[in-house]
T-cell receptor
């Protein structure tokens, strides 16, 4: 299966600032996604990162707050903009391998704390 | 909107016993049902999945059953071991990409 890495692994940020999280996959993948997992909670899909075009956002998530880029088949970024303490969460990227058995694999996550 | 309910939220078993986690989904278009295991501080890891064209799938000590008519599916772990202790998430979707996750079950296996 594809190996997915994220940077940073964790960060503590001040409210009102923005943080960009990077997701790198070691092979070309068909689809990439971004999830949020609040402490002790389940995973919620934020958006599908589309290569070369605007991401597709789920209900409750907007581009101004969570801009996403995917310039190629192995890399994506998620920015958390104008942060508030409510944005404190773990952000996970995931991917579905190209030409594989179409299973979704997750990165290790980025633990964000907003003070 | 679409919803996946998962029960129980916590489950404690003695080592060697079996554990069963149940999920119910609402979207009749769902055809793909994966189960993920998440250890503390780690990423969710796919442990088994099932698609709607089969009713049961087994992989060593882990099995998943699916009842499409009733819209529920279950994870069965036999001969549990302490290393099975983790949070387990079920998910459902029309295919591999658009997954809705259940609320999770914290499984504790006591030696």
């Amino acid at each position: 299966s594809a190996v997915i890495s994220q940077k940073p692994s964790r960060d503590i940020c001040q409210r009102g600032t923005s943080l960009t999280i990077q997701c790198q996959v070691d092979s070309q993948v068909t689809m990439m996604f971004w999830y949020r997992q609040q402490p002790g909670q389940s995973l919620t899909l934020i958006a599908t990162a589309n290569q070369g075009s605007e991401a597709t956002y789920e209900s409750g998530f907007v581009i101004d707050k969570f801009p996403i880029s995917r310039p190629n088949l192995t890399f994506s970024t998620l920015t958390v903009s104008n942060m508030s303490p409510e944005d404190s969460s773990i952000y996970l990227c995931s991917a579905i391998e190209r030409g594989g058995v179409y299973e979704q694999y997750f990165g290790p996550g980025t633990r964000l704390t907003v003070t | 909107g679409e919803n996946v309910e998962q029960h129980p939220s916590t489950l404690s078993v003695q080592e060697g016993d079996s554990a069963v986690i149940k999920c119910t989904y609402s979207d009749s278009a769902s055809n793909y049902f994966p189960w993920y295991k998440q250890e503390l501080g780690k990423r969710p890891q796919l442990i088994i999945d099932i698609r709607s064209n089969v009713g049961e799938k087994k992989d060593q000590r882990i099995a998943v059953t699916l009842n499409k008519t009733a819209k529920h599916f279950s994870l069965h772990i036999t001969e549990t071991q302490p290393e099975d202790s983790a949070v387990y998430f079920c998910a459902a979707g029309p295919n591999t990409d658009k997954l809705i996750f259940g609320t999770g079950t914290r499984l504790q296996v006591f030696p």
